[in-house]
């Protein structure tokens, strides 16, 4: 089974400020057939469902402002973001679906504002 | 607005079944997999299992393999997750998300809005 560890688990931030979180594999999330890298990451809100922000590593998903950015390979990965808003609060979720449908996630990232 | 609707919470005693819904759009039944994720409380995400109901290929996590079942009836464009026998520690939030495909581009793009169960006697 493939394990994410995501660090930190609790980062306070003070609103236009940057932030950033690790999330780490217990192996390679890179696909060598299609050269793609499984690895997404959520946002959960107080009270709300999981949204998705970035897939594949670093593209985002549709609406998602450009102050989210992903970065990394192979099994170290960062959510970034550049200046943090108060909408920004919840739960960071990193997800690995290397081998469908099997996906895994990480235990989660709670930004505080 | 594309939306997938779950019905509502439940509270149910250890032994006893339950079946709940996860309802969406004829294009997102025709078209996705159907997957099923628990959030027990004050804790993470943990998938459970997929299904694509044009054919109800059903998959699940090893962790919830004879405890659950999935199914998906395409006519009414609605997945189901059953349990037969609760207990207290299926006390969670449930939620259904769709996903296009296995292809790196196609995540969870559209969650449910979750259904609790209580499980207590």
């Known amino acids: 089974d493939i394990v994410l560890t995501q660090t930190p688990l609790s980062l306070p931030v003070t609103p236009g400020e940057p932030a950033s979180i690790s999330c780490r594999s217990s192996q390679s999330l890179l696909d060598s057939d299609d050269e793609n890298t499984y690895l997404d990451w959520y946002l959960q809100k107080p009270g709300q469902s999981p949204q998705l922000l970035l897939y594949?590593?670093?593209y985002r998903a549709s609406g998602v402002p450009g102050r989210f950015s992903g970065s990394g390979s192979d099994t170290d990965f960062t959510l970034r973001i550049s200046r943090v808003e108060a909408e920004d609060a919840g739960v960071y979720y990193c997800m690995q679906r290397l081998e469908f449908p099997s996906c895994s996630f990480g235990q989660g990232t709670k930004l505080e504002i | 607005e594309v939306q997938l609707v779950q019905s509502g919470a439940e509270v149910k005693k250890p032994g006893e079944s339950l079946k709940i819904s996860c309802q969406g759009s004829e294009d997102t039944f025709s078209k996705y997999w159907i997957d099923w994720v628990r959030q027990m409380p004050g804790n993470g995400l943990e998938w459970m299992g997929i299904?694509?109901?044009?054919?109800?290929?059903?998959r699940y996590s090893p962790a919830f393999q004879g405890h659950v079942t999935i199914s998906a009836d395409k006519s009414i464009s609605t997945a189901y997750l059953q349990w037969s026998s609760l207990a207290a520690s299926d006390t969670a939030i449930y939620y259904c998300a769709r996903r296009l495909s296995a292809e790196a581009e196609d995540s969870f793009d559209l969650w449910g809005q979750g259904t609790l169960v209580t499980v207590s006697s």
């Open positions: 299904i694509f109901p044009t054919d109800s290929d059903t």
């Open positions: 594949a590593v670093s």
